[in-house]
């Protein structure tokens, strides 16, 4: 019985590379690629796969995001994140969010596959070097405040980001401010540097 796996990453070359390499095992079949989260969503409804392997950074929904919506929509999916940031503090966000497994793309291709091996058989995988740093600085930010700076990060005003979250423009003032003293911070642009950097957002 093969490991059916859905790929989600917004960059085509890779998803294709990953699919290729993946494809080469003789115990794992690639059943679906997604661009984005709601492609993803879509695969695993539709091809019952057991494993969702996803980038972080994509369009929409990150693949956080998309790892909390599976663990309480679809239980029975076990999710691999696969990544270029190497940050303790998506690694703890990832593990609060039920992901079994957190690897960096530039681990070796062996590596992937018996990661996906070990979490299918109900493990854990995470990179050695990031394991490490698991405990270190605990993200002091809100779900609510890290949507609020990832949209000001983006440039948007606060009446924008009123708009967009439904919510009273001094509202989003306020989840500003919280965040931008959290981080010790000068200012909005400031506090989305620091937690993007610290793998807050």
Known sequence: MKIRVVIAEDQGMVRGALAALLELEDDIEVVAQAR???EALAALGRTGADLL???IEM????????????RDEMAAVKVIILTTFARSGYLR???DAGVRGYLLKDAPSSE???????????GR???AELAAEAWGEQD?????ERQVLRLAADGRSSAEIAGTLHLAEGTVRNYLSEAISKL????????????RSKGFL
């Not at 992937?112 to 109900?122: N, S, T, W």
């Not at 002091?140 to 609510?144: A, F, H």
């Open 53 to 55: 392997l996803t980038d």
């Open 140 to 144: 002091p930010l809100t779900d609510r």
């Open 93 to 95: 966000r990832a593990l």
């Open 184 to 195: 010790g911070a000068a200012n909005r642009v400031d506090a989305a540097r620091i937690a």
């Open 112 to 122: 992937l596959a018996d990661a996906i091996r070990r979490v299918h058989a109900g």
């Open 36 to 38: 984005d989260a709601a």
């Open 59 to 70: 369009p929409g929904m990150t693949g956080l995001e998309l790892a909390a919506k599976v």
């Open 125 to 127: 995988a995470v990179s």
